[in-house]
């Protein structure tokens, strides 16, 4: 197995603007080689300006890009554009290619699961989590066959056991982990998959969870976690993730509990 730090990669991280997705974009900086391509998506292009400058103070021999896109109404030929513009004509200097899957809301916090009736709501949550994840991989995949050596993908996941008004969520997240494990099985070493959760962290979605959630048990734990400072910073299941990837040994497909790797 290669190594995955040290090698100029092509990285685009989905919810680079903040939270999880800004942790992981400047800790992989740190470690690709200089000549690297990072794209950050999220809903809106200057959103990606502070984790841009942060990555280029970094890394400045990095290329770095922003992506303004909704998740929830995708446009696959603005990415597949945004790609080719990256690229240019050197789509086979690169070692490696990643795509990792942050992006990502709470969903409705104030429903229980079978409280959900809008159509419209569930289909769009469902774009942001499940559909677009697929048709990004997808067009990810497809744009680097034959061009790059590796090809990893990595979803930010949660646990599998599910809590109160946490039914959606939960739900789209294990048909998430589902196409990771079906994409290791169909492309074998060609394409290989992680699933990260990372944890409770404190990010702005967190903030959103304990603002929203209508079930009282599952807000004061949360609450009483963020007041304690028990909620992690995102660089400490960050700093896992990077662990994971640095042998390379991993399976592809696999879930991993940020609780559960072992420093
Ligand atoms: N925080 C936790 O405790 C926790 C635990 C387990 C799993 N996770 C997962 O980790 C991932 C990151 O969560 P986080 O805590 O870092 O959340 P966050 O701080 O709220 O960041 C969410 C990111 O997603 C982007 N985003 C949201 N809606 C979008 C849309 N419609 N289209 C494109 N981008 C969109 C946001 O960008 P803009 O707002 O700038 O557009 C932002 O960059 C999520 O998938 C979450 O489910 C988090």
Not at 122 to 133: A, D, P
Not at 195 to 221: E, K, L, Y
Request: glycine share 8%; proline share 4%; with cysteine.
């Amino acid at each position: 197995m290669s190594e995955f730090w040290g090698s100029k990669t092509f990285c685009v991280v989905t919810g680079g603007s903040r939270g999880l997705g800004r942790s992981i974009a400047a800790e992989f900086s740190k470690r690709i080689s200089p000549g690297s391509t990072l794209i950050l998506l999220a809903r809106t292009l200057p959103a990606t300006d502070d984790t841009k400058g942060e990555i280029l103070r970094v890394n400045p021999n990095c290329k770095v890009l922003g992506l303004g896109m909704d998740l929830m109404n995708p446009d696959i030929p603005k990415f597949e554009a945004t790609l080719q513009k990256a690229v240019g004509d050197a789509t086979s200097t690169f070692d490696q290619c990643v795509l990792v899957h942050c992006a990502g809301t709470t969903g409705d916090c104030t429903n229980r699961t079978v409280q959900y009736t809008n159509f419209s709501e569930i289909q769009y949550f469902f774009n942001l989590e499940v559909t677009s994840m697929l048709l990004l991989t997808s067009s990810f995949v497809k744009f680097f066959q034959g061009y790059a050596k590796h090809t990893t993908v990595i979803q930010l996941t949660t646990e599998l056991t599910p809590f109160p008004r946490g039914g959606v969520y939960c739900a789209a997240k294990a048909a998430r982990d589902s196409l990771m494990r079906s994409i290791a099985l169909e492309e074998g070493e060609a394409v290989r998959t992680l699933s990260f959760n990372p944890g409770s962290c404190d990010t702005g979605m967190m903030d959103d969870a304990i603002a929203s959630c209508t079930d009282q048990p599952t807000r004061q734990v949360l609450l009483d976690m963020k007041n304690s400072g028990k909620l992690l910073k995102p660089e400490v299941p960050v700093g896992k993730l990077v662990q994971i990837l640095e042998t390379n040994g991993f399976i592809s497909g696999q879930h991993f509990d940020y609780e559960v790797v072992k420093d």
